[in-house]
């Protein structure tokens, strides 16, 4: 078998990239937008030592599973991987997803107890944030990444937000053309506008345009603002200054134009007030379920309860009645915020928050006797760090609960927990994200009994290597090996971290008079970058 070769084959598995899987000749071929079940024609585009890649020529028999796509971008446009699968099996492939994850990183095989599904498929995300470029032509565009790239490749319009979210799109397009304002050059590294945000609030019916600029703001912005003030839905404008280098999407100034600088919306019968860089869940409706789920788990009955990364307070809150004492622990400032102000909005008087990093305030309250009945970890899809794990453990909370969008980070922070004499109890998958590769965790874990287990000490230097938000680099190169069968060394490691961004160790040794030149070839380059996706370094 060979590039260009054209080949039958049956698919008998799907990756959360969007590839389907099949193997001809002991040799694996992955097929974007082919799913489990699909008899094709393909098309070898494709081949290394270890596997192909395949394009779809013909598809011969389609997997039952299957289902017209309402998106014409799909599947050029990276924004979901999966419009054209049924919704009952696209939950089935998540479930087995959380539970291989669990198995093969945490060792950890008690099964996923259920799958929730999303009470809406489409039209379901508050929040967008769109690309802007010019393109060959000179014609501003804003819309979502290719796969594995920083072309434009979208449209304005997509099924999964709010249809006026396109309204809002064109206008600012239009409003950038007509007044010839530069954009960002990732390249260069110069020009002024970098993305358009939007966060909506759907019980509230708020809806904030934060315009991401390289700068402090942006010509005629009176203009903007007339413009955008036409479509009935938008609240507030905002300008974020963002002056990285990197693949950071918002910085920490934001400088309201018009209106509201934040939105309110509901969560489990409270009224938030969410910043621009605080996190909210993306899911309204989703949410519910899963904070609903991580209540029960958490089963707070007085006590305290510890919510740690809890952005603007809208886990620990939702759970203070059943509570004696919250306190919650954020790094953004203006989250914070936005949790004081909304524990006094909604009349919570038994919560406290406070800015730390989430290591660093387990840290703290671990010092200052403060023994909780439950710890709730909410953290991005990098994990916890070892410290606040360490940190939690020490504290002796007779529950821990993780909520977490990234199966494989929380299966490698449960490992440490069991470790630690935290085993866990029982898991729920939410899907927060559908029509895409991702899903939300729910892990229940409780402490084992002094006669239960045997206390063994654990080199926290070494766990260090593996936890928050890190990935060593033989962790990198054993999972491209297992999944593209490809073997990369740390130069190329290093180089490719170096292009994407991604701070590099202080003492990384490349070797006496040896440079980053990027010599690593593309098919690795695209394996180690997966790799980041996957160990949360990197942001689709």
Same mark, same amino acid.
């Given at each position: 078998m060979k590039k260009n070769d054209i080949v039958t084959i049956e698919i008998t598995d799907t990756t959360a990239e969007g590839s389907g899987v099949g193997r001809i000749e002991n040799m694996v071929v992955f097929v974007q937008g082919a799913f489990t079940g699909d008899k094709l024609r393909t098309k070898i585009i494709k081949r290394t030592k270890?596997? !192909?890649?395949?394009?779809?020529?013909?598809?011969?028999?389609?997997?039952? *599973?299957?289902?017209?796509? @309402? !998106?014409?971008?799909?599947?050029?446009?990276?924004?979901?991987?999966?419009?054209?699968?049924?919704?009952?099996?696209?939950?089935?492939?998540?479930?087995?997803? @959380?539970?291989?994850?669990?198995?093969?990183?945490?060792?950890?095989?008690?099964? @996923?107890?259920?799958?929730?599904?999303?009470? =809406?498929?489409?039209g379901y995300r508050n929040k967008g944030i769109y690309p802007v470029v010019r393109d060959e032509n000179g014609q501003v565009r804003a819309g979502f990444y290719a796969r594995h790239s920083h072309r434009i490749a979208g449209r304005a319009e997509c099924a999964l937000h709010p249809a006026f979210f396109g309204d809002i799109v064109k206008t600012v397009t239009a409003f950038l053309q007509e007044n010839d304002i530069s954009i960002y050059d990732e390249e260069k590294k110069r020009g002024l506008v970098r993305s358009i945000f939007i966060r909506h609030g759907e019980v509230s019916g708020d809806t904030m345009v934060c315009l991401v600029v390289n700068g402090d703001g942006i010509p005629c912005e009176g203009e903007l603002v007339n413009r955008l003030t036409k479509i009935p839905q938008v609240t507030g404008v905002v300008i974020n200054t963002n002056t990285t280098d990197g693949n950071v999407l918002l910085g920490e100034k934001c400088r309201t134009v018009s209106g509201k600088g934040h939105i309110t919306d509901m969560l489990r019968g409270?009224?938030?007030?969410?910043a621009p860089t605080a996190f909210y869940q993306v899911n309204r409706q989703g949410a519910e379920l899963l904070y609903g789920i991580a209540e029960e788990y958490a089963a707070p009955e007085g006590g305290l309860l510890i919510d740690l990364y809890c952005g603007a307070?809208?886990?620990?809150?939702?759970?203070?009645?059943?509570?004696?004492? @919250?306190?919650?622990a954020e790094i953004v400032p203006s989250a914070v915020e936005n949790a004081r102000a909304n524990a006094e909005r909604n009349g919570v008087t038994n919560a406290e928050f406070i800015l730390a990093d989430a290591g660093q305030a387990a840290v703290e309250l671990e010092k200052r006797g403060e023994r909780p009945q439950v710890v709730i970890l909410d953290p991005p899809r990098a994990g916890c760090s070892v410290e606040a794990i360490e940190a939690v453990v020490k504290m002796q909370p007779d529950r821990v609960v993780m909520v977490s969008c990234n199966s494989a980070t929380a299966a490698r922070d449960a490992k440490l927990f069991a470790e630690l004499g935290y085993q866990p109890q029982e898991i729920t998958a939410v899907d927060m994200f559908p029509r895409t590769g991702h899903i939300e965790t729910v892990v229940l874990l409780s402490r084992e009994k002094a006669d239960d287990h045997?206390?063994?000490s654990i080199n926290t230097e070494d766990l260090k290597k593996n936890v928050g938000g890190y990935a060593t680099y033989r962790d990198i190169k054993a999972y491209v090996l297992e999944k593209f069968g490809l073997k990369v060394s740390s130069l190329y490691i290093a180089q490719t971290k170096d292009k994407c961004g991604?701070?590099?160790?202080? =003492?990384?040794?490349?070797?006496?008079?040896?440079?980053?030149?990027?010599? !690593?070839? *593309?098919?690795?380059?695209?394996?180690?970058?997966?790799?980041?996706?996957?160990?949360?370094?990197?942001?689709?």
């Amino acid at each position: 078998m060979k590039k260009n070769d054209i080949v039958t084959i049956e698919i008998t598995d799907t990756t959360a990239e969007g590839s389907g899987v099949g193997r001809i000749e002991n040799m694996v071929v992955f097929v974007q937008g082919a799913f489990t079940g699909d008899k094709l024609r393909t098309k070898i585009i494709k081949r290394t030592k270890k596997y !192909c890649i395949g394009k779809i020529e013909e598809l011969l028999e389609p997997s039952e *599973s299957r289902k017209d796509s @309402v !998106c014409s971008a799909f599947p050029r446009c990276g924004g979901c991987m999966f419009p054209h699968i049924r919704y009952e099996a696209e939950l089935e492939m998540k479930r087995r997803w @959380v539970e291989e994850n669990f198995k093969r990183i945490g060792g950890i095989d008690i099964g @996923v107890k259920r799958v929730v599904a999303s009470p =809406n498929t489409g039209g379901y995300r508050n929040k967008g944030i769109y690309p802007v470029v010019r393109d060959e032509n000179g014609q501003v565009r804003a819309g979502f990444y290719a796969r594995h790239s920083h072309r434009i490749a979208g449209r304005a319009e997509c099924a999964l937000h709010p249809a006026f979210f396109g309204d809002i799109v064109k206008t600012v397009t239009a409003f950038l053309q007509e007044n010839d304002i530069s954009i960002y050059d990732e390249e260069k590294k110069r020009g002024l506008v970098r993305s358009i945000f939007i966060r909506h609030g759907e019980v509230s019916g708020d809806t904030m345009v934060c315009l991401v600029v390289n700068g402090d703001g942006i010509p005629c912005e009176g203009e903007l603002v007339n413009r955008l003030t036409k479509i009935p839905q938008v609240t507030g404008v905002v300008i974020n200054t963002n002056t990285t280098d990197g693949n950071v999407l918002l910085g920490e100034k934001c400088r309201t134009v018009s209106g509201k600088g934040h939105i309110t919306d509901m969560l489990r019968g409270l009224k938030f007030d969410i910043a621009p860089t605080a996190f909210y869940q993306v899911n309204r409706q989703g949410a519910e379920l899963l904070y609903g789920i991580a209540e029960e788990y958490a089963a707070p009955e007085g006590g305290l309860l510890i919510d740690l990364y809890c952005g603007a307070g809208t886990i620990g809150l939702s759970m203070a009645k059943r509570a004696d004492r @919250v306190i919650g622990a954020e790094i953004v400032p203006s989250a914070v915020e936005n949790a004081r102000a909304n524990a006094e909005r909604n009349g919570v008087t038994n919560a406290e928050f406070i800015l730390a990093d989430a290591g660093q305030a387990a840290v703290e309250l671990e010092k200052r006797g403060e023994r909780p009945q439950v710890v709730i970890l909410d953290p991005p899809r990098a994990g916890c760090s070892v410290e606040a794990i360490e940190a939690v453990v020490k504290m002796q909370p007779d529950r821990v609960v993780m909520v977490s969008c990234n199966s494989a980070t929380a299966a490698r922070d449960a490992k440490l927990f069991a470790e630690l004499g935290y085993q866990p109890q029982e898991i729920t998958a939410v899907d927060m994200f559908p029509r895409t590769g991702h899903i939300e965790t729910v892990v229940l874990l409780s402490r084992e009994k002094a006669d239960d287990h045997i206390r063994f000490s654990i080199n926290t230097e070494d766990l260090k290597k593996n936890v928050g938000g890190y990935a060593t680099y033989r962790d990198i190169k054993a999972y491209v090996l297992e999944k593209f069968g490809l073997k990369v060394s740390s130069l190329y490691i290093a180089q490719t971290k170096d292009k994407c961004g991604i701070k590099e160790r202080e =003492n990384y040794y490349i070797g006496e008079g040896k440079s980053k030149e990027l010599i !690593c070839p *593309s098919e690795k380059e695209q394996a180690i970058m997966d790799a980041f996706r996957h160990f949360g370094m990197l942001k689709d």
